[in-house]
Nanobody
Framework: QVQLVESGGGLVQAEGSLRLSCAAS????????MAWFRQAPGKEREFVAA??????YYVDSVKGRFTISRDNAKNTLYLQMNRLKSEDTAVYYC??????????????????WGQGTQVTVSS
């Protein structure tokens, strides 16, 4: 089992940057498939980015602006967000799953979730 704690959210102006972090407990962090999701008010939780065996995946709306990375030595997942837009405003969640299969962008495929961190982009 793994516990996830996000940090790094906040209020930023449009075109600004933020880096989110997700600290994971446990000694098997390197074996987990990790992803970021987000949920805007009144909307479904949506996939943002995933890191799967060294390959990264992004939703089209963040390609070229966001970068997912991980540091297994620090048990931490990151999301570098550049050129932020007002439509990026949401609660961002870190997610983990033990095995790979199915759809990496489906929230139902992930077993563990953090509590979320708020990102607000002002225009």
């Amino acid at each position: 089992q793994v516990q996830l704690v996000e940090s790094g959210g906040g209020l930023v102006q449009a075109e600004g940057s933020l880096r989110l972090s997700c600290a994971a407990s446990g000694r098997t962090f390197s074996t987990y498939i990790m992803a970021w999701f987000r949920q805007a008010p009144g909307k479904e939780r949506e996939f943002v980015a995933a890191w799967i065996y060294g390959v990264t995946y992004y939703v089209d709306s963040v390609k070229g602006r966001f970068t997912i990375s991980r540091d297994n030595a620090k048990n931490t997942l990151y999301l570098q967000m550049n050129r932020l837009k007002s439509e990026d405003t949401a609660v961002y969640y870190c997610a983990a799953r033990k095995t790979y299969g199915g759809n990496y962008d489906s929230k139902s495929e992930y077993d563990y979730w953090g509590q979320g961190t708020q990102v607000t982009v002002s225009s």
